[in-house]
């Protein structure tokens, strides 16, 4: 499976629309490969470098994304989850895409995307973790798109 966006290449940075000094709008995404057993689609974008890439402490989570039908093929830049699709909590503990708007330093964002070989329950909480741990066992193929981003003020 390969994850890629028209808005920035893999390992590149990330244009400030999409992040806090942006619109806040979510990139476009789109992936080709998914298995033909997937039943659904998983999406989680994480930053292993909070607060400081030199002295990372924590995983912070960008956006959770399940159950997208395995039919789906691409994210539009700031569009809303297809009929189906589930949004969990990041770590502003609210649902949807919250952009990259690191403190410190570069950060990395790293996209992965999932292919399931079930459709999830209604997680509660729908946290990552939860994500994470509903997902163990079932994942069929797993694809990753990582961008940088540093803050421009």
């Known amino acids: 499976m390969e994850l890629s966006s028209s808005a920035f290449a893999h390992n590149g940075d990330i244009p400030g629309e999409y992040t806090c000094e942006g619109g806040d709008r979510s990139p476009p995404l789109a992936w080709t490969g998914v298995p033909a057993a997937t039943q659904s689609l998983a999406l989680i974008v994480d930053d292993p470098d909070a607060p400081d890439p030199a002295a990372p402490k924590m995983t912070w989570v960008h956006w959770v994304l399940y159950d997208l039908p395995p039919t789906t093929a691409a994210l539009g830049a700031g569009a809303p989850p297809p009929p189906g ?68 003020h």
């Open 85 to 152: 699709a589930r949004e969990g909590l990041n770590d502003w503990q609210r649902t949807g895409y919250g952009g990259p708007c690191p403190p410190i330093g570069r950060h990395r964002y790293v996209h992965k995307l999932y292919a399931l070989d079930t459709v999830l329950p209604p997680l509660q909480p729908p946290t990552k973790t939860a994500l994470e741990r509903a997902m163990q066992g079932h994942v069929l193929a797993q694809a990753t798109l990582v961008g940088y981003y540093r803050k421009h």
